[in-house]
């Protein structure tokens, strides 16, 4: 499958935006898919997943301002982010694994397919 992230930009703080990944291949329903990021200087960082069966999972600082969800007809995953805050800014890649689901979902080298990452910059 290859992936292609789409939806960042400059916001100010409290603002929202919305990343959509696009997916293509012959099938996207059996694929975990997760959204991570990676600011300047720090390593890749976890912030969402969402099962084939639709389970999500959130990094601590993100839940309850951002929601995953996913698309399996338009082969799209998704990544609303609302009260965007300055401590977000990252480029953010989109992720996928075809993998039966297990507790590493928090984990890069878990994951087969990444896309280009697309750049969040949260600043006033």
């Known amino acids: 499958v290859q992936l292609q992230a789409s939806g960042g930009g400059l916001v100010q703080p409290g603002g929202s935006l919305r990343l959509s990944c696009a997916a293509s291949g012959r099938t996207f329903s059996p694929y975990q898919l997760g959204w991570f990021r990676q600011a300047p200087g720090k390593e890749r960082e976890f912030v969402a997943c969402i099962t084939r069966t639709g389970r999500t999972f959130y990094l601590g600082s993100v839940k309850d301002r951002f929601t995953i969800s996913r698309d399996n007809a338009n082969y799209t995953v998704n990544l609303q982010m609302n009260n965007l805050r300055p401590e977000d800014t990252a480029v953010y890649s989109c992720?996928?694994?075809?993998?039966?689901?297990?507790?590493?979902?928090?984990?890069?080298?878990?994951?087969?397919?990444w896309g280009q990452g697309t750049q969040v910059t949260v600043s006033s």
């Open positions: 992720a996928a694994t075809a993998k039966a689901y297990s507790g590493d979902y928090y984990i890069p080298g878990w994951y087969d397919y």
